[in-house]
């Protein structure tokens, strides 16, 4: 592999963690959202791979805000949402700022169906004042159990596959067995865990590595067209 490629692949590379940066700015504010990072590889396997950078999810939880809204919910760490999405298809996010349709159904405010133990969460006109989450997850009326929100948590060393808005592939097969689940805070949210701090530290370092694999260029160009002239020359 010539000084030319290295420097392309390295250009390649550093606009993706440039993408991933502004991607994590843009939802610093988004409530449940984990950051994306760029996995870090030996330098020869980065020379071996001309793919686009490999990404995982920082899945740390974030801070808790307090909202004071019955419909907003914290989840444990490692802890899922499940939502079915328009197309049927099935997703999985932490964002828990949840709300009632007009028909009651309960959904994101991305506007995707929450799943409940018994299927999509669909409360009834006269169910749909005074209800409570619990920390367990269930929705109650007066004491009186009406569903219980379907919360799955990923198997460890399991990558999630993001899709946007902050949502995830739902794969059952990456599923932990389902536990009695403890620790939902109601009223709250969970914030993104990004920190401006670090992702400013990325920007600064992933802008100097690119500056110099413009200079690796612009020397690679120099020598080969000192090369080219000497070759003139001597013939």
């Known amino acids: ?58 899945t ?13 919910i914290a989840l444990p760490d490692g802890r899922y949402l499940l939502l079915e999405l328009a197309d049927g298809s099935q997703a999985i ?55 219980a929100l379907r919360l799955v948590s990923v198997k460890a060393g399991q990558p ?12 059952a097969g990456q599923w932990d067995a389902e536990a009695p689940t403890t620790g939902v805070r109601a009223g709250h949210l969970e914030q993104s865990n990004v920190m401006a701090s670090q992702e400013m530290v990325n920007l600064m370092t992933t802008t100097r590595h690119a500056e110099t694999m413009v200079r690796l260029f612009q020397a690679a160009d120099d020598m080969q067209a000192t090369a080219i002239r000497r070759f003139g020359e001597n013939t």
């Open 160 to 171: 999630l596959l993001p899709l946007g808005e902050g949502l995830y592939a739902a794969d």
């Open 93 to 147: 996010t932490r964002q828990g700022a949840l709300q009632l349709d007009p028909s009651g159904q309960l959904r994101t405010v991305g506007g995707h169906a929450v799943m409940g133990m018994r299927g999509q969460v669909n409360l009834r006109a006269d169910q749909r004042t005074g209800v409570e989450i619990d920390g367990q997850g269930q929705l109650k009326l007066q004491g009186q159990v009406l569903e």
């Open 60 to 72: 740390r939880a974030g801070k808790l805000n307090a909202t004071g809204q019955p419909f907003d």
């Open 1 to 58: 592999m010539n000084t030319l490629e290295i420097a392309a692949i390295g250009l390649r590379q550093d606009l993706e963690r440039l993408k991933l940066t502004s991607q994590n700015v843009a939802n610093i504010s988004t409530p449940g959202y984990k950051r994306q990072v760029a996995v870090q590889r030996p330098f020869a396997d980065t020379l071996a791979i001309t793919a686009e950078l490999a990404v995982s999810t920082d």
